[in-house]
């Protein structure tokens, strides 16, 4: 697959910028980027000294600052505050729909970014333990109803080398699995 397959598919799916008026903002980027023609994802798994979310599998981002232009500056900056990646405002290519978090009162903008190559990580490990460089499309073929957190609602979780995604990250990676899935790609 290559990345103008994936953007043809993505695109007509995404939007721009939402006003987003419910709990404490936040930002993410969900950064895909290639390898030998497969697409992958970024993903962190947040430090266990954290307040909010520790532990836990997630999209680089963080919380809205009043110094923000606006929820993309938010993502770019905790980005690279967190593993030291700069994204540039041209390799974001749309949003998708925003999600509220399960255990705490964050709603979240995932902003998709398209990139051609990921070099030179820096991970804080005053906030991140580890990132998680996984093929999209194997990570996506894993979903399967999250018994565990069923008292939410309807809610799913992927999994991948032992990893469990759940909750807002998971339900950001349904709504991508639900665009390809839509189109045949899995």
Same mark, same amino acid.
């Given at each position: ?73 938010? *993502? ?36 998709? *970014? ?73």
């Amino acid at each position: 697959m290559e990345s103008s397959q994936l953007l043809e598919v993505l695109r007509p799916c995404l939007t721009k910028e939402q006003e987003l008026e419910e709990g404490v903002l936040a930002a993410v980027l969900v950064i895909i980027h290639f390898h030998d023609g497969r697409p992958y994802i970024l993903l962190t798994k947040r430090s266990g000294k954290l307040k909010n979310h520790a532990g836990e599998v997630s999209c680089p981002g963080g919380t809205h600052s009043a110094s923000d232009k606006d929820l993309m500056q938010t *993502a770019i900056r905790e980005t690279r505050e967190e593993i030291g990646l700069k994204i540039s405002k041209d390799d974001i290519i749309g949003t998708l729909r925003g999600v509220h978090t399960l255990t705490s009162n964050f709603t979240i903008l995932p902003f998709i *970014a398209i990139v051609d190559k990921i070099e030179n990580l820096r991970p804080d490990s005053k906030e991140i333990d580890e990132v998680i460089d996984t093929p999209l499309l194997d990570l996506l073929k894993t979903i399967q109803p999250d018994t565990e957190h069923a008292s939410f609602g309807v809610v799913y979780k992927f999994e991948y080398k032992g990893r469990i995604v759940w909750g807002a990250t998971a339900r950001i990676l349904k709504q991508i699995y639900d665009i390809l899935h839509q189109c045949g790609m899995i």
